[in-house]
């Protein structure tokens, strides 16, 4: 695979990736909007399907694409993926053209015979969702009755001889305390933990005040997994915590556009899953085909330019932190060259905060769910000191 402008010659692989690839490394493919659960930081808002979704012919026409761009694994979320009928024929029909699939699943339909199912078939791996290593944390966030579910599927894949599948959680100030007992669960069921920041992204704009780690919870994290973190999965989650000390293992750098896309439900290609909005919209696979998009939109062209550092750039940290998360910046209302909201220097203390920008879609469930999260702690709290409130604007936020 090469950097797309090959006439700037860049000799080290982070330079490759920061300039972008003919074809990205991590795709992520949400095949539906619908879902079964309710979770209360959903990245896309998902719920109800669109109808505008792809058909069958339309994914599979998608998979061969992909094929022949040679992209090798392809990370299938939603929504819930499974329950879309045809799932597991565009499986099948990923595996068949050689292309990987990692798809993420609350659990309910990882059934036994699923799950035998998966362990026998190559290129295919599963990622369980779980928020909290007891279901006094986790049911609260993702729904009643989800952390027996998810608990369920990974005993079905372990007893099928499913090996090294991922358990995936989003870390939150509920759940930074069970790190440990989080490893426990993944390392009792022959998986591998997989943890990912809560962005401010879709629902998670609602909570994102009340759930995002505070900043001793921050340090928490990073000296967790500067001991843990060989063992771990991170992807690019955590690199804005670099600026504690060491790097991160993990791509240190916003990948949006570059080596990062979303493939959503219906076709629209974003530069990153958490950046469902239209100014981060690049093209349709339905009028251009996914190469084109990837390769020649303009905003993907402009992301590959070199980036300045704006208020970051003086920072000693800047070179591992690079100033943290765009989606996480965008959807806070700060500016995309100023700090993260979550820097751990305290610098987005004294950046203006804009307004949080109004979300490009939602396909949120609009009557009952049955298994609604039960919120019984998520809600305004006072802070213990002002220091552990976000520097960004609490009144920027309304608690859905
Ligand atoms: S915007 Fe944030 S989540 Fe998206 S690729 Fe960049 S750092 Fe990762
Ligand atoms: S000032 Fe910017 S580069 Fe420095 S730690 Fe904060 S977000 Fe990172």
């Known amino acids: 695979m090469t950097a797309v402008a090959e006439r700037r010659a860049p000799t080290r692989l982070v330079d490759h990736f920061e ?19 309710a979770c209360v930081h959903c990245l896309s808002s998902s719920g109800r399907r669109d109808p505008r979704e792809l058909s069958t012919d339309e994914c599979k026409a998608l998979i061969d694409e992909f094929e022949r761009m040679q992209i090798f694994y392809v990370n299938i979320g ?36 699923r799950a035998e199912r998966l362990a026998a078939t190559d290129y295919v791996d599963v990622q369980v969702s779980l928020d909290g290593a ?3 944390v986790n049911d609260p966030i993702r729904g009643a009755g989800t952390y027996d579910a998810a608990i369920r599927a990974m005993d079905n894949l372990r007893d099928a001889g499913m090996k090294d599948f991922k358990l995936s959680v989003v870390c939150t100030r509920e759940n930074i305390s069970q790190l440990d007992e989080f490893k426990k669960i993944a390392d009792d069921h022959g998986a591998q933990l997989r943890l ?8 998670g704009a609602d909570v994102w005040q009340d ?18 973190g060989e063992k771990v999965l991170t992807g690019d989650s955590f690199f804005h915590l670099s600026a504690f000390g060491d790097a991160l293992p993990g791509l240190n750098l916003c990948g949006a556009g570059r080596v990062v896309c979303l493939v959503d439900p219906v076709g629209d290609v ?51 932190c690079r100033g943290g998360c765009m989606a996480a910046k965008f959807f806070t209302g700060m500016p995309l060259d100023g700090p993260d909201p979550e820097c751990v220097k305290g610098n ?35 802070p213990t000191t002002m220091c552990d409130e976000s520097p960004v604007n609490p009144g920027d936020f309304v608690v859905g």
């Open 19 to 37: 300039y972008g690839l003919d074809a990205p490394i991590c795709l992520t493919w949400e095949l539906t909007y619908a879902c079964n659960l």
């Open 78 to 113: 939603g929504g819930e993926p499974t329950v879309r009928p045809d799932f597991w024929e565009l499986l099948d029909y990923a595996v068949e053209h050689h292309v990987g699939v990692k798809f993420s699943t609350n659990g309910f339909r990882i059934t036994k015979e």
């Open 134 to 136: 007891t279901p006094e």
């Open 196 to 203: 990912t920041r809560l962005r401010p992204a879709g629902r």
């Open 211 to 228: 759930l995002h780690p505070l900043p001793h919870q921050q340090r928490e994290l990073y000296d967790w997994l500067v001991a843990n």
């Open 270 to 320: 974003y530069a990153c899953p958490f950046a469902i909005h239209e100014n981060f919209l690049a093209g349709s696979i339905r009028d251009e085909g996914f190469q084109h998009v990837w390769r020649e939109a303009e905003l993907f062209k402009s992301l590959r330019e070199p980036q300045t550092g704006g208020a970051c750039s003086s920072c000693s940290a800047y070179d591992s």
């Open 348 to 382: 987005a203390e004294f950046v203006t905060v804009g307004d949080r920008p109004a979300p490009s879609q939602d396909h949120s469930h609009k009557g009952t769910v049955r298994n609604a999260p039960v919120p019984v702690k998520i809600g305004r709290r006072p």
